[in-house]
């Protein structure tokens, strides 16, 4: 099993920063993707940023210049950087982790981190 767990959500006036954490623990072998998702009161959970697997960057585009996502593979970390933070970025942010298994792949979820900013 795998356990995915974010962390730094807050509250934020718009301009601000905020940097998100997500650790994977126990048992990570196999997993080859981390990203970030979000999900906002009444819509749909949306993919804000994500590794390709050449190793480079994707994100919305209404994140694109603000948002940064990196990895610490030592650490089975990643991170998403937030700046220049707008109203609309709020919602609760999720961190995903996909494992490969023999036959398919699993998806795990964090409890998601809530990110409020003010106007």
């Known amino acids: 099993q795998v356990e995915v767990v974010e962390s730094g959500g807050g509250l934020v006036q718009a301009g601000g920063s905020l940097r998100l954490s997500c650790a994977a623990s126990g048992s990570i072998s196999g997993i080859n993707t981390m990203d970030w998702y979000r999900q906002a009161p009444g819509k749909q959970r949306e993919l804000v940023a994500a590794?390709?697997?050449?190793?480079?960057?994707n994100y919305i585009d209404s994140v694109k210049g603000r948002f940064t996502i990196s990895r610490d593979n030592a650490k089975n970390t990643v991170y998403l950087q937030m700046n220049s933070l707008k109203p609309e970025d709020t919602a609760v942010y999720y961190c995903?982790?996909?494992?490969?298994?023999?036959?398919?792949?699993?998806?795990?979820w964090g409890q998601g981190t809530q990110v409020t900013v003010s106007s």
């Open positions: 995903h982790a996909r494992k490969r298994g023999m036959f398919t792949n699993y998806d795990y």
């Open positions: 590794f390709t697997s050449g190793g480079s960057t």
